[in-house]
């Protein structure tokens, strides 16, 4: 352990990218003068014309995070039986079909890229298969052209969780354009953030009343409650802070590049670190690294903390390894290897360069060190 390297105070492993506050404060002082706080207010309607035009999509409904627009996303669509899913994601994901009364089917993941292995979907539908949920890790794109072929032959609904990919665009065209309708959250810790938030970017223009009215109690009209919903609007406080947020997001993502682009630079040969596809552009929403097993990772995970820096196993345990279902991680131990191995090290807007260049060095020096003791 080199002293010289410890942070006298803590590296996250994530942080809230937020506007100048005096921006904030002005843009919301005019709700002092409007009162209007929630349902669909002007800076909601203003956040949304700005998503638009950054994703360059025309369909588009905000809610109060990411979840319940994916839960939302999901009940819109009426679905039944088994979904075809990823256990190599952040328990939402699975939390909401579980609460829309459908089965997870998880399909492994391909080791390349972290996310759903399309090859392995077709082996999986049955009679009960009614969509695919896939996840773009980190991110990374997923095999968007293949599940599209396979949703069409099996006549089967895509929907997309995009939580970690907004920005993210593949052969020049946004990551919403795929499926049928694709979830963006703006959660705090996400690259694109309105302090909670989600997005729905959908295709079928049939959807949108009921999308509207699924978020506000499934309330059409005054004399006219069409649905069953429930109470999962943004309010204006959190659409201010994404009109503010979504103006600086070109800038935070070049941030996020040279940050990762440090980390690639230093780091030794002995971490295998993130791969982008050719025709992708990326967000660097994360900078995950792979080890050569479990404990050497959960060491080096203790390791950095004695040097004050965060670091997080993401995703582990696996969505079909938690307590509260009663799945298997069998059928699917790519995930489970990748998930043993992954560690995900400090990235966010703000982090120096300096810092990043540190985190590297003593990631080095201490796998170094690791490994010259075996
Ligand atoms: C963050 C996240 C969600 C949930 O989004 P919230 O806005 O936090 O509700 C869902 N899926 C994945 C993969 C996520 O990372």
């Keep these: 352990m080199d002293n010289n390297l410890i942070f006298k105070s803590n590296i996250p492993v994530t942080r809230p990218k937020l506007p100048d506050f005096k921006n904030y404060t002005n843009k919301i002082s005019e709700l002092w003068d409007s009162r209007w706080v929630t349902n669909d207010g002007l800076f909601h309607e203003e956040f949304k014309e700005k998503i638009k035009t950054y994703l360059n999509v025309n369909q588009v409904e905000l809610f109060s995070n990411g979840h319940m ?22 328990v939402s994901t699975i939390h909401a079909l579980t609460n829309c009364g459908l089965k997870p089917v998880f399909c492994d993941i391909n080791p390349e890229d972290f996310n759903i292995d399309s090859s392995k979907i077709e082996e999986l539908i049955t ?70 938030g989600g997005i729905l970017v959908y295709k079928d223009i049939n959807l949108k009343e009921k999308l509207k009215a699924l978020k506000n109690f499934g309330i059409v009209s005054q004399e006219s409650i069409k649905y069953i919903g429930t109470n999962a609007k943004m309010n204006e406080f959190q659409a201010a802070m994404g009109i503010l947020n979504i103006e600086d997001i070109d800038k935070d993502i070049s941030q996020r590049k040279e940050i990762h682009e440090k980390y690639i630079e230093i780091l030794c040969e002995c971490v295998e670190t993130i791969r982008f596809k050719n025709n992708a552009e990326n967000n660097y929403a994360y900078f995950p690294i792979l080890l050569k097993d479990k404990i ?51 990235m966010f807007t703000d982090l120096n360069i300096s810092d990043v260049k540190k985190v590297s060095e003593i990631v080095n020096l201490e796998l170094g060190v690791y490994n010259a003791k075996i």
């Design 69 to 90: 627009s994916l839960e939302l996303a999901i009940k819109s669509l009426s679905l039944k039986g088994e979904v075809i899913t990823t256990p190599f994601t952040f």
């Design 127 to 196: 009679e009960k298969t009614s969509a695919i949920l896939a996840v773009h890790v980190f991110g990374i794109p997923c095999n968007v052209e293949e599940i599209d072929r396979i949703a069409k032959k099996y006549n089967l609904r895509v929907i997309y969780d995009a939580a970690h990919a907004f920005g993210v665009r593949v052969d020049g065209n946004s990551i919403a354009n795929y499926g049928d309708i694709t979830m963006f959250s703006l959660h705090a810790t996400k690259v694109m953030n309105s302090i909670e």
């Design 296 to 346: 050497t990772r959960d060491w080096l995970h203790n390791r950095l903390k004695e040097y004050n820096v965060t670091t997080r196993k993401y995703f582990y345990p696996l969505c079909n390894d938690i307590e509260c279902y009663d799945y298997s991680s069998e059928n699917t131990p790519i995930a489970g290897n990748i998930s043993d191995r992954i560690l995900v090290l400090p």
